[in-house]
């Protein structure tokens, strides 16, 4: 006999006992991916994709409405043109998967699974952009990347992702940057209006900045174990890439100019951030406005004659309101369900017995704190709608005490080995040499994170050398 | 200097003089595709791609409202697992792309870029399938697929190209028929709602099936040069992958049953679809719900002080009703403006001058035979509403009129040789012996498109053969 797979009321690892098990465990037994017989190469199940379909639907509405229009290149890269441009393949190289036989014959210029499309772009707006009329060029594509990862872990770092990778080309230096920041800030957003994440926004040293960009920015999530995460990056490449792929334009002077490009991406690691920041040791817990099922009604002694009819009622009532509803009318006992729906994370449970029905009410129990509320059933519609908009509330508000709890100013070596081991962000004024961050690294394995935008500053001078601090930096150990 | 690609005032060749020449004319004038550096992977830009968002938005639509779920799998398949089913993979093995080196090192079991993923869907479902309670499964997946194909064209034939695959299981023979034949459907209306492309639909024979299908269904669109497409197809796979993977699941009764398979897909071949059934020589013609701009704005004498504002104006008003408007106003004669927004195929062109400002009223042309109607201002949107409609309806109904005049009952070689030579179907009656279609190939280069399920006979004997006759079959040449 084979395992019944639909049983889902085993323990999980609990978060204390190990983190990194109990995040895989979650992964499993919510049903959101599974392995496949390729190391890196993960099945994204219809729970775990439906999470990724909505933040796609949010983030590509905002892209679309601030000018951006979808493009598809393709999954190919030749090497010939990969290597043209030097900083950007010596950071994609090594973990290239590589098409050598194609209809059972050799490939002469071997092809490259995209890793990241910039060269593709590249090669696209020199054919396609001669004049200013042609700026800026504002494109995103949504695709799969692959880049051969010796250690791989489900959403967090894969053989293969998904994301959207945005490319773009613009007549001035201010358009370009202005495009890298307010992409963040579109991120930033996400987090806020979604993703119930707080990110701490900033620039990456020149030591941890994108293989070809001139700056960097990034949107970094810090998880419970004190680690942050990397969740999305944008890049400004001034004319790097423009020059070694000779995209020109005529400008309004009749003068022939170099364009000004970015790039900036987000993927399916954000999943993992979720999973984190909000998981519990009863499994996921997802913020109401990406989870797949906001509500699930769980009838209560559903073979009692009016339960099933009244919980179907109820049922049509949110749908019809667009909040995304389902019920449980499957065999099992209402707790082995309660187990089930906790492990997936859904905010609402809806609990509609004979009792309530008497009494024209159902119980709401939030997922993110267990609380119940018994609520007349003439304002159910509200009370969810509500109550969705709390959930959301207080799961931004909890993780953003958390992170204000989790950063510590330092002004030594010692305070700063402390706070990265013990877990969270050693915020530090730095002098800006790289010899620091490498001893950094060395020593405590942490890593500068970012450097924020709010520069408010506290030490007169770099705590690892004694020279004059020139940034505040926030310093973790990282995914 | 670089030619300016803005300039779209080109002539194509005309339909008359080079069908093939005038499609890729069409493909790269009309800003739908280019080429990349490697043979058969084309870049869908951003008004192809937006075509492609607006198939995926109604398909999507209607698969999950039938109960699929999306689920995504991994983009590569170990070779071993490739040739666990046998006709799958002599079916596929001679088009494949394959990837043997991963961050610089040889991959021991070759990494098989997927051309289909009916291997990867079985081993998922042998893991998660083992109750009757687990069924019916009903996925689907929005992804590319690579087939390393010797001639290869713009979205008729690639080496890469986007599609979906729905890939289903069920308890019993009837219900997995039954999803065979209800995605056909889904199919079918998607031609009458959104591509306005009536097809041909029926059964494959057993020589033009699918491999490893039990049975395989077409929906088959006729193009004006009188080929035949195949546009979209349903599997019905009765149990022959799943036994070949082991899958199997607990009846209600206790006992161990083996499920029956479905898939279907269609891909972005539709686009080449609707190139060629509606283009014309002026360029691309859309039909006006799958086109990603509905109403052009042309103004006529902009610089004039209140053109642009009245402009402007009609464009909100369209735009708050949902209508996919845009308004040109760049610095081109409204010749050139004209001839551009008709290469693209905009299914109505608004002008409005000084002379309509003062009349309060605007003119709208259609693209699809070139009419113009003089419509008051006041109403404007019910105008545009309706005229969309139109269109549509009349786009469709000439295409069904030359499926039509193109489609003949022939009872003779001679006569068949003699349709399928001129262009169109043949509509033959057949023994149902693959000699006959061998005969019929080898001589007119025709194959058996479909067995359109209106089975009403018309001859007793297969005019190949001479044996009795036992099906109708539309025979064409086909892309």
């Given at each position: 006999m084979k395992e019944n797979n639909t049983v889902k009321n085993q323990s999980i690892t609990r978060q204390e006992d190990d983190f990194a098990k109990w995040y895989t465990d979650v992964c499993l037994k919510a049903e959101l991916m599974d392995y496949s017989d390729v190391?890196?190469?993960i099945i994204y199940r219809p729970y775990g994709y439906a999470i990724w379909e909505n933040i796609k639907a949010y983030l590509d509405h905002r892209f679309k409405k601030s000018g951006h229009e979808n493009i598809y290149m393709p999954m190919v890269i030749p090497s010939s043109l990969f290597n043209k441009e030097k900083e950007h393949v010596e950071g994609f190289a090594p973990e290239t998967l590589i098409c050598t036989i194609g209809g059972k014959n050799k490939i002469e210029d071997p092809l490259i699974i995209r890793p990241t499309s910039e060269v593709l772009f590249c090669q696209h707006y020199q054919k396609i952009i001669s004049s200013y009329r042609d700026l800026p060029k504002k494109y995103n594509q949504?695709?799969?990347?692959?880049?051969?990862?010796?250690?791989?872990?489900?959403?967090?770092?894969?053989?293969?992702?998904?994301?959207?990778?945005?490319?773009?080309?613009?007549?001035?230096e201010q358009e370009a940057r202005h495009e890298t920041l307010s992409m963040l800030e579109i991120y930033d957003e996400l987090g806020k209006d979604l993703l119930a994440i707080p990110f701490s926004k900033g620039r990456k040293t020149d030591k941890e900045?994108?293989?070809?960009?001139?700056e960097t920015y990034s949107i970094?999530?810090?998880?419970?174990?004190?680690k942050a995460l990397q969740c999305?990056?944008?890049?400004?490449?001034?004319?790097?890439?423009?020059?070694?792929?000779?995209?020109?334009?005529?400008?309004?002077?009749?003068?022939?100019?170099?364009?000004?490009?970015?790039?900036?991406?987000?993927s399916t690691r954000l999943i993992g951030g979720i999973i984190m920041v909000h998981g519990d040791d009863n499994g996921l817990v997802l913020p109401p406005f990406v989870a797949p099922i906001q509500v699930v009604i769980v009838p209560i002694a559903q073979q009692k004659p009016n339960v099933l009819p009244e919980a179907r009622k109820l049922f049509e009532l949110l749908e019809k309101e667009n909040i995304r509803v389902k019920i449980d009318e499957s065999d099992k006992t209402p707790g082995f369900k309660f187990a089930e729906w906790e492990m997936k994370g859904v905010p609402i449970r809806l609990e509609i017995g004979p009792r309530d029905i008497e009494n024209h009410r159902c119980v709401l129990a939030k997922r993110n704190d267990g609380r119940k509320i018994v609520v007349d059933q003439d304002n159910l519609v509200e009370e969810v709608k509500s109550l969705l908009n709390t959930i959301h509330k207080e799961m931004y508000e909890k993780a953003y005490k958390f992170l204000?709890?989790?950063t510590t100013e330092v002004h030594s070596f010692d305070e700063l080995k402390e706070v990265v081991d013990k877990g969270g962000y050693a915020k530090m004024m730095w002098c800006g040499d790289q010899e620091c961050e490498d001893k950094i690294k060395e020593i405590t394995n942490a890593t500068a994170r970012c450097i924020p935008f709010n520069q408010q500053g506290?030490?007169?001078?770099?705590?690892?050398?004694?020279?004059k601090a020139k940034k505040v930096v926030l310093f973790a150990k990282a995914y």
């Open positions: 190391k890196g190469f949504w695709c799969s990347v692959a880049r051969w990862e010796k250690t791989t872990r489900p959403f967090l770092r894969g053989a293969e992702f998904l994301w959207q990778e945005g490319h773009t080309m613009h007549e001035t900045k994108f293989a070809g960009a001139l970094e999530a810090l998880m419970p174990d004190g999305g990056t944008t890049h400004y490449f001034g004319q790097g890439f423009a020059k070694a792929f000779n995209i020109s334009y005529q400008s309004k002077e009749g003068k022939l100019e170099t364009p000004y490009q970015t790039s900036w991406g987000v204000l709890d989790h506290f030490d007169d001078t770099c705590p690892i050398c004694g020279k």
